[in-house]
């Protein structure tokens, strides 16, 4: 995911694949970690008024939200909604806390989502999200699901996408001359999808919205909390969602699905038939340990490679009480950490860039064996995907390194399953999930239809080599600047 300063080894392939699968559910409570963040967010100038909620079977009492979210300075204030009960109900993960209805595109329903998940060790935490269904009659069977993973926001609670006024809308990407939000807000192809008589579901993971301290790229967490939205949305009446589901992520998010397609137990009765992943973070042990050439960068891209790592230390630490940060980070590093709990991720690597002229003054020079550890144990390819699989990447992204998402594409290969690589020569990493949408839109169609899935995986046992780029289809959008 992240450019490559590091200088350490990771272990084999077997060596990681079972260390991943043996992992213990410990449980514990961050809650100094979860209080410094909830402490740090400003709300001064901010106000809101709660709308019409409703139990988690039955309609709202109110009809759609009059008032939603105002922004201050693109910010989110967190309304009423978000504040989870206390103490936590004790209830199966999945498990529906509470509905908000919202502005839906026509010929559907929306609503804003809390809801019971897990983290990594089985610590039990309330999240939010969206569910966008269908109007009209369903399949016997029920709706088959799209479940949306997002790419990264930051670390505050106010970078949850479901903050937006009208979150179920398609993706208003934030680097983009329209968007007014700090944050990416919605769901690409949320209306073919829709049209397709799918239900659509998005997590805003744990700790975004709700309280607490997002475990960033701790992919267990990150997986349960995407599980868990499809289970919340089957006990809305109205979606008549069933268990046939897809997961579609981008990049922080494209890790999360590639990792659910390998780890499918905690979802059950849910059935994967398909992960698709745009650009995913699918790679961060091998990135720490400067085992991955380096990829594009421009101006902007080393500020904001820092602001990712940070966030990533910020998570890891939530989640694993043993880590340092002291072992990761300078001085300086630990007081910026404080914008990886407060920032959405932009600002985050603006206040970087605007900063410093050495981002490296921020971080150790090296990671030691502990963090190491963790982040092999969090990085995908090294056990076999029980379902097929979409990987899609930019050549210019600058931000997920494409020589990372080809070293995962060539792990993962080895297992025999159906593993579909296209690289977009010249996408980027905002680009991707819009010049690829005709290939992961028909891609679903055909999970959910039965066709056999392609691959572009060399025979079970032989050396695994990336595709050849393929045009991205023109002409390509200059980047904002």
């Known amino acids: ?39 740090a967010l400003v709300m001064t100038g901010c106000s809101f008024a709660p709308a019409a909620t409703s139990d988690p079977t039955g309609g709202p009492s109110g009809g759609p939200a009059a008032t939603a979210a105002p922004t201050v300075d693109g910010q989110f204030a967190i309304p009423e909604f978000y504040e989870p ?70 670390g505050g609670r106010n970078c949850a996408p479901s903050l937006a006024a009208e979150p179920a809308v398609d993706l208003i990407d934030y680097f983009t001359y329209d968007s007014p939000f700090q944050q990416d807000v919605g769901v690409p192809a949320l209306t073919e999808f829709l049209d397709a008589g799918y239900v659509v579901v998005a997590t805003d993971y744990q700790g975004l919205g709700t309280p607490g301290v997002q475990q960033y790229t701790v992919l267990n967490s990150e997986a349960n909390n995407v599980w868990d939205s499809v289970k919340a949305a089957q006990q809305i ?40 992943a745009l650009a995913p973070a699918a790679d961060n042990g091998p990135q720490f340990a400067r085992q991955v050439p380096e990829g594009p960068q421009n101006a902007t891209s080393p500020a904001h490679a820092v602001a990712l790592q940070l966030n990533v230390f910020w998570g890891f630490l939530a989640a694993y009480p043993e880590l340092e940060a002291s072992d990761v980070v300078t001085e300086a590093g630990e007081e910026a950490l404080a914008g990886a709990a407060t920032q959405c991720v932009n600002h985050f690597a603006y206040v970087i860039n605007s900063n410093l002229t050495d981002y490296g003054s921020l971080l150790q020079p090296s990671i030691p064996e502990d963090w190491q550890k963790r982040l092999d144990e969090n990085t995908a ?19 997920v390194n494409p020589n990372g998402t080809s070293q995962y594409y060539e792990r993962a290969c080895g297992f025999g399953m159906p593993i579909q690589y296209t690289i977009y020569s010249g996408a980027t990493h ?48 200059t980047p904002a600047p």
């Not at 490559?4 to 100094?32: C, V």
């Not at 999945?94 to 509905?99: A, D, E, H, P």
Request: net charge negative; with cysteine; aromatic share 6%.
């Open 1 to 39: 995911m992240l450019g490559g300063t590091r200088s350490l080894s990771i272990h084999n392939s077997t060596t990681i694949g079972e260390a991943q699968r043996e992992l213990p559910r410990r449980r514990y409570r961050a809650a100094a970690v979860a209080a410094v963040a909830t402490a």
């Open 85 to 154: 009960p206390e103490p936590l109900p004790d209830e199966e993960h999945g498990t529906l806390l509470r509905t908000e209805e919202v502005k839906a595109p026509e010929g559907a329903r929306a609503w804003r989502i809390l809801y019971m998940s897990e983290l990594h060790d089985g610590t039990p935490v309330a999240t939010s999200g969206i569910v966008v269904a269908p109007e009209g009659d369903a399949p016997e069977e029920g709706r088959k699901v799209v479940a949306w993973a997002h790419g990264t926001e930051g």
């Open 237 to 276: 009446d109205e979606t008549e969602a069933g268990d046939d589901m897809v997961v579609l992520g981008w990049s922080q998010g494209g890790g999360a699905s590639v990792w659910m397609g390998q780890n499918t137990e905690y979802g059950e009765p849910l059935n994967l038939l398909g992960t698709a």
């Open 430 to 477: 905002q680009t991707i999930p819009r010049y690829a949408k005709d290939e992961y839109v028909s891609w679903i169609a055909d999970r959910f239809e039965g066709a056999e899935a392609p691959t572009t995986c060399g025979p079970e046992g032989s050396t695994q080599t990336p595709p050849a780029p393929i045009p991205t289809p023109s002409p390509v959008a």
């Open 381 to 399: 390819g090294y056990s076999a995907p029980t379902a097929p699989v979409l990987v899609m990447q930019g050549t210019a992204d600058t931000v």
